[in-house]
């Protein structure tokens, strides 16, 4: 049968988000990580309809709201892109926020919603600007060395920010919008090293996000980033999950106190700005990130599938 659902497109710093507002499916209830698993394994489908072509591009995120069964979240969210779930998003937050905002379903300004990796808060504070209260993030291996085929050994910070990122700073790549594609090749290979190499996050999980930092010229920023993400394409927003594992990394560091601002400029010149505040001791140090950030609206549309279209679940479905 054909199929309708009704989706809000936003960017964030130029990242796209498309959220889903009605026409998704019941995934049983139970908590966001539980519905994410009748997700992937009976709704992948569509996964690839909402963000991938004919309808979406390769680097569209999505969001799909669930309920949650947790009293102090006002709902749940399942973000995703062109080959999977994500544990977290914070561009995709802010892109929500600005929708909920949009739509007139945020009187208080702020809300905490459950994503699958922990609970979220987020405050819209006008039309545009959002701070997000990110999942507890920490430096979970440092000065990490990975050969790399055509570059050799690079040292990096294996960090958790809601994903796995391996951070780099002394990569000799120029960082520039023009050089993107030769960007995404060095990543791929270097994501492709630590696979190989066996280098991995806690409990073995992939390192699926590379992050490369450089110093910037902008007076407006810190630091300029380039982020690979899962499916290979770039963040165009300063990646809100890979600053939040830089912040967990630059106040291991003491290059920050806690409190103190990071402004991280995106390869195409956006910026977030972030903070962040040690958790109470425990067997893992880690940090609790803010990062603030703007969003636009670019669209409320109803996504159609007719069930004779044959790429009615994407080119590959």
């Not at 700005?273 to 409320?300: L, N, Y």
Request: with cysteine; glycine share 12%; net charge negative.
């Amino acid at each position: 049968m054909s199929h309708s659902i009704r989706v809000i497109d936003s960017h964030t710093g130029g990242e796209p988000t498309r959220i889903v507002i009605a026409g998704g499916p019941d995934l049983g209830g139970g908590s966001v990580a539980e519905q994410v698993k009748v997700f992937n394994e009976q709704h992948d489908a569509l996964r690839r309809s909402l963000v991938t072509e004919p309808r979406g591009w390769e680097a569209m995120v999505g969001g799909l709201l669930v309920p949650s069964p947790d009293p102090t979240c006002d709902r749940g969210i399942i973000f995703f892109n062109n080959v999977g779930t994500l544990g977290m998003c914070v561009h995709g937050t802010i892109g929500l926020a600005v929708t909920l905002g949009y739509l007139g379903q945020m009187e208080s300004g702020k809300q905490q919603i459950e994503t699958s990796v922990g609970k979220v808060q987020f405050h819209l504070i006008d039309d545009h600007t959002v701070e997000v209260v990110n999942v507890a993030s920490y430096r979970y291996r440092h000065h990490v060395t990975v050969n790399v085929e055509g570059l050799g050994d690079l040292t990096g910070d294996v960090a958790w920010g809601g994903n796995w990122f391996f951070l780099v700073n002394d990569h000799g790549q120029d960082l520039c919008l023009e050089n993107v594609n030769h960007l995404i090749q060095v990543t791929t290979k270097i994501r492709q090293a630590l696979a190989q190499q066996q280098i991995t996050g806690a409990d073995g999980e992939e390192i699926d996000h590379i992050e490369l930092f450089s110093p910037t010229d902008n007076p407006n920023a810190d630091s300029k980033n380039f982020v690979l993400c899962p499916g290979n394409e770039y963040d165009r927003s300063p990646c809100g999950t890979g600053t939040s594992a830089k912040i967990a990394c630059l106040l291991e560091d003491q290059v920050l106190a806690p409190g103190d601002i990071w402004r991280q400029e995106s390869i195409v010149g956006s910026i977030f700005q972030a903070r962040g505040e040690w958790c109470p001791e425990g067997e893992v140090r880690k940090c609790i990130p803010t990062i603030q950030g703007t969003a636009f609206i670019t669209g409320d549309s109803e996504v159609i599938m007719q069930a004779e279209d044959p790429f009615r679940n994407g080119m590959d479905g």
